[in-house]
């Protein structure tokens, strides 16, 4: 940059780029996996980069990025991991940054399967996923080849190639979702040639070997006050709250709307279901996720930011939680509260908050089992009304039919 402030116009536009970053308010989290990680490269070798990185990060093994989720992700090159990478990299930028404005804060997160020497499973592709206070931007990237012959041109150019597309691809979605100048998304810089091979938008992209689809999920301001901890509860629908079946719902199944309908007839409630955002160790479900999950019911639906059932009877006393065999069994679990005691507590303050469940069978431990079959402490049996085999056996489940 020159003395004035503006930019020379004969600086390399990787620099350009990065400082106009860098002079933004934008601050945030990188967690990058799979041949994204030369826009680390550029960032930090950037003057200025301790105004933009907060922190980043290359979680390449299968367990790096298992403990950065919270869990093993269904497939480690696909869309929801990265856009859960670009929530887990968000939440993560709050806490470094407790008295930034939100509104200037986002978390990224990509994943990608590029050509290697080794025959690979897949198409060759990345997923690119950034996360604000205001929206969910995600992007895929396919790249062309994909076949052993081409993956042996692992080292020369077809991984130099598929890594400088996915390096603009990367600075393209950051900066239309951060809303940078546009010759930025453009992959180009005023009076600077892009570098040749650099796709710069959809078109550029498939000249050079690679297509690109991207979707920008804005959030209703409620859904940005659930995501920041300013509300926990949000009703899709009119409803009293006082029949409420809480799932992931991932997807919704027939067994969901089995329960309900029972449920109702049992307790002469209107049900609706209850969609929580917040997970235990888990991150936080991006715009684009609640939009396709809520999306799958008809009847009213709770989103709310209640991880735990204890916090869930807080906000909802007085309601019946119509719940699974392994739902009511992990709520008996003392290692949910850090030992028997605390487990004891939050069983009374169940109780006396008045709420209770109507518990469904599952298949546990190779076979169905219902209420009868569990030993569970008599201070929550007391809580619980049973559903017999007779009346519901259904033994299908959300990850069965993810095929996880």
């Not at 200025?48 to 269904?74: F, K």
Request: hydrophobic share 40%.
């Amino acid at each position: 940059m020159i003395p004035d402030g503006s930019f020379d116009t004969n600086a390399d536009e990787p620099l350009r780029r990065a400082q106009l970053l860098h002079q933004s308010p934008w601050r945030g989290v990188l967690h990058i996996t799979g041949g994204g990680a030369r826009l680390l490269e550029e960032l930090l070798t950037t003057p200025g980069a301790s105004a933009t990185v907060l922190e980043a990060t290359v979680p390449y093994a299968e367990s790096a990025l298992a403990e950065l989720l919270g869990r093993r992700p269904d497939q480690a090159c696909a869309a929801p991991t990265a856009r859960a990478m670009a929530m887990t990299a968000f939440q993560r930028a709050r806490r470094l940054a407790p008295l930034a404005d939100p509104a200037t804060l986002f978390g990224l997160g990509a994943t990608a399967s590029l050509a290697t020497g080794r025959a690979k499973r897949g198409a060759q592709r990345a997923h690119v996923a950034i996360q604000t206070v205001a929206a969910t931007r995600e992007a895929t990237v396919h790249f062309s080849g994909g076949g052993r012959a081409e993956t042996r041109l692992v080292g020369s150019r077809a991984r130099d190639e598929q890594e400088a597309l996915l390096l603009d691809g990367l600075w393209r979605e950051l900066a239309v979702a951060l809303d940078l100048p546009q010759w930025v998304a453009e992959g180009t810089t005023p009076n600077v040639p892009s570098r040749s091979g650099a796709g710069a938008g959809a078109g550029a992209g498939a000249r050079s070997g690679a297509r690109s689809t991207a979707t920008t999920t804005h959030a209703p301001e409620a859904w940005r006050e659930l995501i920041l901890g300013h509300r926990t509860t949000l009703a899709t629908q009119p409803h009293d709250g006082r029949l409420l079946l809480p799932g992931a719902f991932n997807p919704l199944h027939h067994g969901h709307e089995r329960m309900l309908t029972l449920a109702e007839a049992r307790t002469g409630r209107a049900g609706a279901y209850e969609l929580s955002i917040a997970n235990v160790d888990k991150p936080l479900l991006d715009y684009a996720e609640i939009a396709h999950r809520l999306a799958q019911f008809e009847q009213p639906v709770w989103l709310t930011r209640l991880p735990t059932f204890v916090e869930k009877a807080r906000a909802f006393p007085e309601t019946v939680f119509a719940v699974g065999a392994d739902t009511i069994e992990r709520i008996a679990a003392p290692r949910y509260y850090g030992g028997v005691s605390g487990r004891d507590a939050a069983l009374a303050e169940l109780r006396d908050l008045g709420v209770s469940f109507c518990v469904f069978g599952r298949s546990l431990e190779g076979r169905f089992q219902v209420l009868d079959d569990l030993p569970l402490p008599p201070l929550l049996r007391a809580l619980c009304i049973g559903v017999s085999a007779a009346e519901f056996n259904d033994p299908i489940s959300s990850s069965a039919l993810r095929g996880g």
